[in-house]
C-alpha cells in the first residue's frame, strides 16, 4: 500500500475521490494524512468524517514560507508518507519542498498542460474558443503547473458553456484522472526520465475525442 499525504486549500472534491478509491479493496493507496493551510477548508471535514488524520497548519500563523513548509513537511515525513498529492492546495512551494519531495509529489490541474496554467483557467479556456479542454496530473516541479506529465483527460467544450459548467464537467474527470494516476504510480509503472514520464504495462489509451463530433 502507497502511503498518500494530500494537501488541500478548500472543498476538496478531489480529495473525496482518492477517499472512496483507496476504500476499495483492490486499490494500492491508503491516505495516511490530509493537511490544509485554510483551517476553515471543507476538506478537512471530509477526511474527519472517514476517519483519516485531519492537520490544519495555517500558514498565517508561521513567520516564514520555509517555515510554514517545514511544519508541513514534519507532519508528512512523521506520518510516512512516501507519495504527496495536491488536490486544490493554492500555496506556492520553494524549491525547498520541491526538491524534498522530487518525483514524489503529484498535482492535478483543471486544464490540458501547458495549456492555460495557473488561476481562472475554465475563463481563460472559453475565452480563447478551444473546443476540447481537460485536465492533468503531473509531477510538481518548481514552477508551477508544471512537471512531467502523468495522465491527461479531453472534456468537450459545449455552445453555450459558461466557466461554471466547464468546471463541472471537468471535475467530473479529475475525480476519475487523479485515483488513476495514483494507482499507476502505486503498481510502480511510473518512472520519470530527462523529465518526462515513461510507463511500464499503463493501459491503452481510449479513442480519440472529436469535438464537435463526427457526424
Ligand atoms: C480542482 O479543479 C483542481 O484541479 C485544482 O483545484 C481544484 C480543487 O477542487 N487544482 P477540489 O478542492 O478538489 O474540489
Not at 58 to 81: N, P, Q, Y
Not at 112 to 128: D, K, Q, T
Not at 162 to 174: A, F, G, M, T, W
Amino acid at each position: 500500500m502507497l502511503k498518500l499525504g494530500v494537501l488541500i486549500s478548500g472543498r476538496g472534491t478531489n480529495l473525496q475521490s482518492l477517499i472512496e478509491s483507496c476504500q476499495r479493496a483492490d486499490f494500492p493507496a491508503e491516505i495516511v494524512t490530509v493537511i490544509s493551510n485554510r483551517p476553515d477548508a471543507l476538506g478537512l471535514e471530509r477526511a474527519r468524517h472517514h476517519g483519516l488524520k485531519a492537520v490544519a497548519l495555517d500558514h498565517k500563523a508561521f513567520k516564514s514560507r520555509e517555515a510554514f513548509e517545514r511544519a508541513m513537511d514534519g507532519e508528512l515525513k512523521s506520518a510516512g508518507v512516501e507519495l504527496v498529492c495536491n488536490a486544490g492546495f493554492m500555496r506556492i512551494l520553494t524549491d525547498w519542498f520541491v526538491d524534498e519531495w522530487m518525483d514524489r509529489q503529484i498535482n492535478i490541474h483543471p486544464s490540458l498542460l501547458p495549456a492555460f496554467r495557473g488561476i481562472h483557467v475554465h475563463e481563460r479556456v472559453l475565452e480563447a474558443g478551444v473546443r476540447l479542454t481537460g485536465c492533468t496530473v503531473h509531477y510538481v516541479r518548481a514552477e508551477m503547473d508544471a512537471g512531467p506529465i502523468i495522465a491527461q483527460a479531453a472534456v468537450p467544450v459545449l455552445p453555450g458553456d459558461k466557466p461554471e459548467d466547464l468546471e463541472v464537467r471537468v471535475l467530473q474527470s479529475e475525480h476519475r484522472l487523479y485515483p488513476l494516476a495514483v494507482r499507476l504510480i502505486a503498481e510502480g509503472k511510473v518512472r520519470v526520465e530527462n523529465e518526462r514520464v515513461v510507463f511500464t504495462d499503463a493501459p491503452a489509451p481510449g479513442t480519440p475525442l472529436f469535438s464537435p463530433g463526427l457526424a
